[in-house]
């Protein structure tokens, strides 16, 4: 049991690492199976991931478990974290419910009311809600029975928002034809991007800068392709006031870290632009943690490993940047190439990788040769590869060189490529040395949730920093 225990714990934190696209089914099983072994766990690393982790999914399936748990203080706990999640969220929580639990429990409808309730009693709150996600907000008041206030009603049943209501406003700047009375519509009610865009019939540069001046930086960057196509970067001062946004998602927590590199090549920016959006990723990557140990990447470059050179170079940015001492680089097939780097950023790392390209056989211990005979000390390697280590010097017995004759003893993280066998993971564990792996399926939005692998002195201080954060409580339970 114990075994069985610990390899469903390491598989479900691999798990946390990938997006499942909004196919929750990908990963409800592996959450199931992980409750019901070792629920403690489950129930602590749920709160611990609504903080630290990034995938939306992820956090719908850990809160629709909690709801539905037999755990009295899992059911608190997912009450709790329900309340401050989106409504979309909300929706989708309540439709795993019902797909993969086949049940809603009262105390589940309970929470949902409460949720539905605040917002109600806000109509500040509920009007954004309603304009953003009225479909959600909808099925949850008739998927649940939950039966709306005369207002709500009004809003999303009856389609006769009352005056006042942002809802109202909206048809109001559907209306206005002058674009000064746009931009006033749009700056007073901080119409979203989204909703304004559909109200308005062409974005004039007042209207776009009264659009933009009400986004939110990760609506900015969300958006950038579309603000780009209406010719918001053509105008000195939208894109000046794009630019201010820019600027200040680099410190806003609601910006995801690759979020911003991806918009640079799907809007087509100028190189300028593109900088600043790469400080951005930068800048997010940073907040994640430091690694202080000091790490080696070993990059796989023998044939068909092109997708381990793009994730070596992406993997080499991103933790280079938050790394307290030199990260060492090696890329391999059956000889190690060094690899250096003049700067932290990616261009650094891409000319670095500029003239490496995949072809021969595989030697993975090669590189830890070399590090061995040049006396390179570390505690960590990520080794990207398949693992089809089919030439000596081989990396299990190169490991337990280096580990020799060094005195250390480095955890070992694969990160798993293109058709990847288990054999060197089978090696490392048959020797009794700390590995774990993820497996990389092309999305380059997962890399920084290998941080915190990274960042913690090791595995087991991360499962105790897991284990140490306390399930919440509601207000009413904490003063009783």
């Known amino acids: 049991?114990?075994?069985?225990?610990?390899?469903?714990?390491?598989?479900?934190?691999?798990?946390?690492?990938?997006?499942?696209?909004?196919?929750?089914?990908?990963?409800?099983?592996?959450?199931?199976?992980?409750?019901?072994?070792?629920?403690?766990?489950?129930?602590?690393?749920?709160?611990?991931?609504?903080?630290?982790?990034?995938?939306?999914?992820?956090?719908?399936?850990?809160?629709?478990?909690?709801l539905g748990s037999e755990l009295a203080e899992h059911r608190e706990a997912g009450f709790v974290l329900l309340q401050s999640l989106p409504p979309y969220q909300v929706a989708r929580v309540i439709k795993f419910m019902k797909q993969h639990l086949n049940r809603v429990p009262r105390s589940t409808r309970t929470a949902v009311t409460t949720y539905l309730r605040t917002r109600e009693q806000n109509p500040r709150l509920f009007d954004r809600a309603a304009l953003r996600a009225k479909k959600a907000l909808k099925s949850l008041y008739a998927g649940l029975h939950i039966r709306p206030d005369d207002r709500a009603d009004a809003v999303l049943f009856k389609?006769?928002?009352?005056?006042?209501?942002?809802?109202?406003?909206?048809?109001?700047?559907?209306?206005?034809?002058?674009?000064?009375?746009?931009?006033?519509?749009?700056?007073?009610?901080?119409i979203p991007y989204t909703v304004a865009v559909g109200a308005v019939n062409q974005l004039t540069p007042t209207v776009l800068v009264a659009l933009i001046d009400a986004m939110s930086p990760a609506e900015v960057i969300n958006n950038l392709k579309s603000l780009s196509a209406r010719g918001a970067m053509d105008?000195?001062?939208?894109?000046?006031?794009?630019?201010?946004?820019?600027?200040?998602?680099?410190?806003?927590?609601?910006?995801?870290?690759?979020?911003?590199?991806?918009?640079?090549?799907?809007?087509?920016?100028?190189?300028?632009?593109?900088?600043?959006?790469?400080?951005?990723?930068?800048?997010?990557?940073?907040?994640?943690?430091?690694?202080?140990?000091?790490?080696?990447?070993?990059?796989?470059?023998?044939?068909?490993?092109?997708?381990?050179?793009?994730?070596?170079?992406?993997?080499?940015?991103?933790?280079?940047?938050?790394?307290?001492?030199?990260?060492?680089?090696?890329?391999?097939?059956?000889?190690?190439?060094?690899?250096?780097?003049?700067?932290?950023?990616?261009?650094?790392?891409?000319?670095?990788?500029?003239?490496?390209?995949?072809?021969?056989?595989?030697?993975?211990?090669?590189?830890?040769?070399?590090?061995?005979?040049?006396?390179?000390?570390?505690?960590?390697?990520?080794?990207?590869?398949?693992?089809?280590?089919?030439?000596?010097?081989?990396?299990?017995?190169?490991?337990?060189?280096?580990?020799?004759?060094?005195?250390?003893?480095?955890?070992?993280?694969?990160?798993?490529v293109g058709r990847a066998c288990d054999y060197v993971e089978r090696g490392l564990r048959q020797a009794r040395v700390q590995v774990d792996t993820f497996t990389f399926r092309g999305d380059y939005y997962s890399l920084p949730n290998l941080i915190p692998m990274l960042s913690r002195p090791s595995r087991l201080d991360l499962l105790l920093e897991i284990l140490g954060t306390p399930l919440p409580l509601r207000k009413e339970a904490i003063a009783s």
């Open 235 to 416: 105008n000195d001062e939208v894109k000046q006031l794009i630019e201010r946004k820019l600027e200040a998602a680099r410190s806003d927590n609601r910006v995801s870290a690759f979020k911003a590199k991806v918009a640079a090549k799907a809007a087509g920016v100028s190189a300028e632009t593109a900088e600043k959006l790469a400080q951005v990723t930068n800048d997010q990557i940073k907040a994640k943690g430091r690694i202080k140990r000091p790490t080696a990447l070993l990059v796989d470059k023998s044939s068909s490993m092109n997708d381990a050179i793009e994730v070596g170079k992406q993997l080499a940015a991103l933790v280079s940047g938050i790394c307290d001492t030199e990260l060492v680089v090696y890329a391999f097939d059956t000889l190690p190439y060094e690899i250096k780097a003049d700067g932290r950023e990616l261009s650094d790392w891409e000319r670095a990788f500029s003239n490496i390209h995949s072809s021969g056989a595989t030697s993975i211990g090669a590189p830890l040769e070399a590090m061995r005979k040049r006396l390179q000390k570390v505690e960590q390697i990520v080794l990207i590869t398949d693992e089809g280590d089919n030439t000596p010097p081989y990396f299990v017995d190169a490991y337990e060189r280096y580990a020799r004759e060094l005195a250390v003893a480095p955890n070992v993280l694969i990160v798993k």
């Open 159 to 190: 389609n006769n928002p009352p005056e006042g209501s942002l809802a109202a406003a909206v048809k109001t700047l559907a209306k206005a034809a002058d674009p000064v009375d746009q931009a006033k519509a749009i700056l007073e009610n901080k």
């Open 1 to 66: 049991m114990l075994s069985t225990e610990r390899d469903l714990r390491l598989e479900i934190m691999n798990s946390l690492l990938t997006p499942p696209h909004r196919d929750l089914g990908k990963v409800a099983e592996v959450h199931k199976e992980m409750l019901e072994l070792d629920p403690i766990f489950y129930g602590h690393l749920a709160v611990w991931y609504m903080t630290n982790g990034d995938v939306r999914d992820h956090k719908e399936v850990f809160v629709g478990n909690l």
